[in-house]
């Protein structure tokens, strides 16, 4: 599968932007999708997890209550929505996409995942 992000951009503190990732291929809903953030000079972090069917969300605790991940099987899309956003959101933004058994796993660590798509740039100015 194939993954393309966009949707980043400069946005003043606690604007807000929603990320987008479409999937290439027939098989996306056989994927549980994450969103990864690396600020320079960091490891990739996860952001965000959703189950295959959506019905399950994992948030880092920092952006609990401010980001929401979704997806659209039929469109073969996964969104970040980020409101309030801070100044330390600031980074490059990954969607990726792992094997999932189940519509009830969630995926959480870099390394469990097999496809990533282009970093997409967030810049919050304070």
């Known amino acids: 599968v194939q993954l393309q992000a966009s949707g980043g951009g400069l946005v003043q503190a606690g604007g807000s932007l929603r990320l987008s990732c479409a999937a290439s291929?027939?098989?996306?809903?056989?994927?549980?999708m994450g969103w990864f953030r690396q600020a320079p000079g960091k490891e990739r972090e996860i952001v965000a997890t959703?189950?295959?069917?959506?019905?399950?969300?994992y948030y880092t605790d920092s952006v609990k209550g401010r980001f929401t991940i979704s997806r659209d099987n039929a469109k073969n899309t996964v969104y970040l929505q980020m409101n309030s956003l801070k100044p330390e959101d600031t980074a490059a933004y990954f969607c990726?996409?792992?094997?999932?058994?189940?519509?009830?796993?969630?995926?959480?660590?870099?390394?469990?995942?097999?496809?990533w798509g282009q970093g997409t740039q967030v810049t919050v100015s304070s």
């Open positions: 959703v189950s295959r069917n959506g019905a399950i969300t």
């Open positions: 990726a996409a792992a094997n999932a058994d189940s519509d009830y796993i969630l995926v959480y660590k870099v390394s469990q995942y097999n496809y």
């Open positions: 291929g027939r098989t996306f809903s056989s994927y549980s």
